[in-house]
């Protein structure tokens, strides 16, 4: 379905920004039709450029997780824009949040800044093979890292979305070191550890990939790696920039109980404002510029209204189990109510994988467990049905299949109560 005043402006905007987006996922072309524009938000809703008030399950891709405009967010803010909003030296502020982070995570020394996950996530792997001295990179196919060169193998998200896993643009000299294991699979790891000894810079992950839809490791798989990394000095490099400070205030390591050695993070780390960051134990972090040889730098990183962001952000999880606790049970609660609307139609297949506020439907017969069964579950156009049905009813997913669902803890069970219907009313209808 198409609406007057955001078809009109995406019509305008795609005269003079390439597909009318700056990041293709927004486009809605895995979903079809003319993307929604947003005016404003506030708490759990979205408010569009045709006055719609829409229930928002994307959370701007994970950052939002207290809901939109946070008041404390937004006082904080203003307060620090009358003080200058970029100096390009040093502040306080970057140590306050820095000590927090460090604080809050397992097994970190120190944190650098920097303006996206996907810049944390290429500074990571140059960190890795700085301090290993090796070159190659192993990644898992439907993993999205951002969309730094080497990561463009067989990526997630958009890259999935696009059908383009492998960008034009990518040198062959770049992909022959970046080395593609299958999710859930650590065979597929230990054979290519094996036909590549003393190579492996890094392993990196998904710890819960999130860009394939939501997918969960299952139980031992990470572990396993955290065996393989170590039996062939390896880094482990947990990507947390969708689950760090998400699926618990230390992020996958903490609620999965298995240590990385090199961790980044992004989205709810800069609390709605550009921010993404990378961390290790002191000995890996003394590698980077100044301090060591791999160099690593950014005019605006660390920026005072990015940091200030992120730190009230950050402060507002610390020592908040019931806010986790809240979000595990609002998400609980979503997951039983569109079970019970699946189950009511046994003819439509159907797979919820969820952990912490993190879930997804993927629209299969088979356990949903890597790039290839997220795939198969995405073939036709029951998702791209599924998300329109819930977008004409003013709930608004992720445009595309291969995306988890963030949940943000200002949804009231009102607001869930009302998706669960719009779910069943469309299955209902689904024939
Ligand atoms: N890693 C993961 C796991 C992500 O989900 C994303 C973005 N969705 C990135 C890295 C890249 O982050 P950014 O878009 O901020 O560059």
């Not at 054979?191 to 710890?207: F, K, S, T, Y």
């Not at 806010?323 to 159907?350: M, N, W």
Request: charged fraction near 20%.
């Amino acid at each position: 379905m198409n609406y007057t005043r955001s078809s009109a402006l995406f019509q305008e905007a795609k005269k003079y920004i390439p597909g009318g987006v700056n990041s293709p996922v927004r486009a809605f072309q895995a979903v079809g039709g003319d993307p929604v524009f947003i005016e404003k938000a506030k708490g759990a809703y979205l408010y569009d450029a045709d006055g719609r008030q829409l229930i928002d399950y994307i959370a701007s891709w994970g950052p939002m997780i207290l809901g939109h405009a946070h008041q404390e967010v937004v006082e904080k803010l203003i307060d620090r824009t009358q003080k200058g909003t970029s100096f390009g030296a040093p502040t306080e502020l970057e140590t306050e949040i820095a000590k927090l982070a460090v604080k809050m995570v397992p097994n970190i020394d120190q944190i650098r800044f920097v303006n996206s996950g996907t810049e944390a996530c290429m500074s990571a792997v140059r960190l890795a093979r700085g301090y290993t001295a090796r070159e190659k990179l192993i990644k898992f196919s439907g993993c999205y890292h951002g969309h730094s060169d080497a990561f463009l193998i067989q990526a997630g998200s958009g890259a999935l979305t696009f059908g383009t896993p492998n960008s034009p643009g990518v040198t062959q000299g770049t992909a022959k070191d970046t080395l593609l294991a299958r999710f859930n699979d650590l065979a597929s790891v230990a054979n290519l550890v094996e036909q590549n000894q003393g190579e492996i810079a890094a392993v990196i992950i998904e710890p819960v990939a999130g860009n394939m839809g939501c997918i969960l490791p299952q139980p031992g798989f990470l572990e396993g790696l955290r065996e393989i990394c170590d039996q062939n000095g390896i880094l482990l490099i947990f990507d947390e920039v969708m689950t760090g400070f998400r699926l618990a205030a230390g992020g996958a390591q903490e609620r999965l109980g298995v240590q990385a050695d090199i961790v980044t993070f992004g989205k709810v780390i800069g609390g709605g404002l550009p921010v993404g960051a990378f961390a290790a134990r002191q000995e890996i972090m003394e590698f980077l510029a100044p301090v060591g040889p791999v160099y690593q730098a950014g005019t605006l990183s660390g920026n005072p209204l990015a940091m200030t962001a992120g730190l009230t952000m950050l402060n507002l999880l610390d020592n908040n189990p019931e806010v986790y606790r809240s979000l595990d049970e609002k998400t609980a609660y979503l997951h039983q109510g569109l079970e019970a609307c699946f189950k009511a139609h046994p003819e439509i297949p159907y797979q919820i994988n969820r952990l912490g506020s993190m879930i997804s439907v993927h629209f299969s017969d088979q356990p949903v467990v890597d790039f290839e069964s997220s795939a198969l579950a995405a073939r036709g156009d029951s998702f791209s049905r599924f998300f329109h049905g819930m977008l004409e009813r003013e709930i608004y997913l992720p445009p595309s299949a291969y995306e988890s669902w963030f949940l943000n803890d200002a949804l009231s069970y009102d607001d869930i109560d009302k998706t669960i219907h719009a779910c069943e009313d469309i299955l209902q209808n689904w024939s």
